[in-house]
């Protein structure tokens, strides 16, 4: 059946391009097409009704809309595989932040995914909330090895028991039979540092089964970066399935430089068959938590007793030789050795009104300003704050992401969320891939840089995340297939969000079109809700 769906579709195609008369409800003329391929680009015009592709060549259309899009780009709408909105979007389902980049799509989950949960049991009832609200862009989402953990075993390190395990197996299952779209992890924190590599490969059987991936934030991205690779792939192989590294990156000063050894293991594992694949976001920052530089067991039992441990004396001295990285700590990674010091972590959102003006601050800005000891100043902030100071740490080096960047298998994933410039929805003070990834990769390493031709940074974009989650009707500019497009000014493309001044939308982004629908017409949000939940069942 779907190989006389991909005839019928070339047939489709082969006819578009002979210059037949069309109807559509929307006509984008004059368009260099980048189609998602990977391919070389050309000129065509692109013909949508019933928010699909139904034309692509030059047309002679009656449409009741035409966007001229001389001098523009036209591709497939951006996917983003690794997305944080998984509550934002309640707030706002607009999604501006993201939609203005381009993206008409969005993979949630990584870790501690929205169900199951107290709130939403079952996927089924989150993505009937989506529904309900409407979306502007697609959604679909993982379900998080950590979510699960936590709703079996709670805030407690392992390893499970049988009777633990058969319901960590359970709840995956349920998840994917409601159309989550494989599992995800995240392992450098509790609680997923707690979650052993047989609990992970259980986990991963059942989303295997049911045609899922398993997408990873891997155990450590600093001194044990190595051996995280190769316990994801040990996971791929023994449970059966795809497997997607998420932020591909050497986040551990003494080591920068090493990212084509980390690339040939992955290489070397895609030579003997096995489908492993990563994405990379285009900043050498990632965003965590202050949390993060407090070892994993100060974290067991949740946050009441993380904040107790923290006001103990009589764990002070251990506390600080394992952050300051004077004694051993096992393979937990530590935020504040990879960035070498207080001066690599600016602090985002600070809940506490009496500290809100750290907001946007390095960290040592903070404690020269408190006039406190470093630890006293951590301690203090992390305790006043409920537990948790979102923090970007600046530990990894232009050089390694551009090398990863450039691998065939490493697809483009923000790690953001979507956000409202104005601050009413979202963290005060984000990471600046909330607002410019996929903006920043066309304008700086396509345009100016060179780094990606156009049209593999599109591919990597569109049809490569595309086929990572199995959603074949998406990712490509073909007829027969759902109507997700974005139209760029190549030579105005460019993010704005910076580290000191985050809240700011991207240029270059003309239009965006969901499912048929125009979202950001001449760069404005239409407030339009034309998305959908994307499931399993959809594929």
């Known amino acids: 059946m779907r190989l006389l769906l991909g005839?019928?579709?070339?047939?489709?195609?082969?006819?578009?391009?002979?210059?037949?008369?069309?109807?559509?409800?929307?006509?984008?003329?004059?368009?260099?097409?980048?189609?998602?391929?990977?391919?070389?680009?050309?000129?065509?015009?692109?013909?949508?009704?019933?928010?699909?592709?139904?034309?692509?060549?030059?047309?002679?259309?009656?449409?009741?809309?035409?966007?001229?899009?001389?001098?523009?780009?036209?591709?497939?709408?951006?996917?983003?595989?690794?997305?944080?909105?998984?509550?934002?979007?309640?707030?706002?389902?607009?999604?501006q932040s993201m939609l203005?980049?381009?993206?008409?799509?969005?993979?949630?989950?990584e870790g501690g995914s929205a169900a199951p949960s107290a709130r939403w049991p079952r996927f089924s009832a989150y993505f009937d909330e989506l529904r309900r609200r409407g979306l502007s862009a697609n959604v679909g989402s993982y379900v998080g090895?950590?979510?699960?953990?936590?709703?079996?075993?709670?805030?407690?390190?392992?390893?499970?028991?049988?009777?633990?395990?058969?319901?960590?197996?359970?709840?995956?299952?349920?998840?994917?039979?409601?159309?989550?779209?494989?599992?995800?992890?995240?392992?450098?924190g509790p609680p997923g540092v707690w979650i052993d590599t047989d609990t992970l490969v259980a986990m991963a059987e059942v989303a295997g089964r049911h045609g899922g991936l398993y997408s990873t934030h891997m155990r450590t991205e600093g001194k044990g970066v190595f051996a995280s690779v190769e316990e994801a792939i040990e996971i791929g192989r023994r449970a059966n399935l795809p497997v997607d590294i998420i932020h591909l990156k050497i986040a551990e000063r003494t080591m920068w430089g090493r990212m084509p050894e980390l690339v040939a293991l992955i290489a070397a594992a895609r030579?003997?068959?096995?489908?492993?694949?990563?994405?990379?976001?285009?900043?050498?920052?990632?965003?965590?938590?202050?949390?993060?530089?407090?070892?994993?067991?100060?974290?067991?039992?949740?946050?009441?007793?993380?904040?107790?441990?923290?006001?103990?004396?009589?764990?002070?001295?251990?506390?600080?030789?394992?952050?300051?990285?004077?004694?051993?700590?096992?393979?937990?990674?530590?935020?504040?050795?990879?960035?070498?010091?207080?001066?690599?972590?600016?602090?985002?959102?600070?809940?506490?009104?009496?500290?809100?003006?750290?907001?946007?601050?390095?960290?040592?800005?903070?404690?020269?300003?408190?006039?406190?000891?470093?630890?006293?100043?951590?301690?203090?902030?992390?305790?006043?704050?409920?537990?948790?100071?979102?923090?970007?740490?600046?530990?990894h080096s232009e050089e390694d992401m551009r090398h990863a960047l450039a691998q065939p298998f490493v697809s483009i994933g923000?790690?953001?969320?979507?956000?409202?410039?104005?601050?009413s929805v979202g963290p005060a003070h984000p990471h600046p891939r909330f607002y410019g990834t996929f903006p920043r990769v066309l304008g700086r390493y396509v345009r100016d840089e060179r780094v990606l031709t156009l049209e593999d940074a599109v591919r990597k974009m569109t049809s490569a995340n595309a086929a990572k989650v199995r959603q074949f009707d998406r990712g490509l500019l073909r007829?027969?297939?759902?109507?997700?497009?974005?139209?760029?000014?190549?030579?105005?493309?460019?993010?704005?969000?910076?580290?000191?001044?985050?809240?700011?939308?991207?240029?270059?982004?003309?239009?965006?079109?969901?499912?048929?629908?125009?979202?950001i017409d001449r760069g404005q949000h239409t407030h339009a809700r034309p998305g959908v939940v994307i499931t399993s069942s959809s594929r």
């Open 145 to 188: 090895s950590s979510q699960v953990w936590t709703e079996v075993r709670g805030p407690r390190a392992g390893p499970p028991d049988a009777r633990e395990l058969d319901a960590m197996r359970r709840l995956v299952s349920e998840a994917m039979a409601d159309g989550a779209l494989g599992l995800a992890s995240s392992l450098s």
């Open 479 to 519: 007829p027969g297939l759902w109507a997700d497009v974005t139209i760029v000014d190549p030579r105005r493309v460019i993010d704005r969000a910076t580290y000191e001044q985050p809240r700011q939308y991207a240029d270059g982004i003309e239009y965006v079109i969901v499912n048929g629908t125009v979202v």
């Open 7 to 95: 005839l019928l579709l070339v047939v489709v195609a082969l006819a578009s391009v002979r210059g037949q008369r069309v109807e559509v409800d929307l006509l984008i003329r004059g368009g260099r097409v980048v189609d998602g391929t990977g391919n070389p680009s050309f000129d065509a015009d692109l013909g949508i009704r019933d928010g699909r592709i139904v034309a692509l060549g030059r047309l002679t259309a009656t449409a009741a809309r035409t966007i001229d899009a001389t001098g523009l780009v036209v591709s497939p709408g951006f996917i983003d595989i690794h997305n944080h909105s998984d509550t934002t979007l309640l707030d706002d389902p607009d999604a």
């Open 271 to 395: 030579a003997r068959g096995q489908a492993v694949e990563a994405n990379v976001y285009p900043y050498r920052a990632g965003q965590n938590n202050l949390a993060s530089i407090v070892p994993p067991w100060a974290h067991e039992g949740g946050t009441a007793a993380l904040i107790a441990r923290l006001q103990d004396p009589s764990l002070r001295p251990r506390l600080e030789a394992e952050i300051l990285g004077t004694a051993p700590t096992g393979d937990w990674y530590n935020h504040y050795t990879a960035t070498g010091g207080w001066d690599g972590m600016l602090l985002v959102t600070l809940a506490n009104p009496r500290y809100e003006r750290f907001a946007g601050t390095r960290m040592h800005e903070v404690i020269a300003a408190l006039g406190k000891p470093p630890l006293d100043v951590l301690f203090e902030l992390l305790i006043e704050n409920d537990g948790s100071v979102p923090t970007v740490f600046f530990h």
């Open 100 to 109: 203005r980049q381009g993206v008409t799509s969005m993979i949630l989950g």
């Open 414 to 423: 923000s790690d953001g969320s979507a956000v409202n410039a104005d601050g």
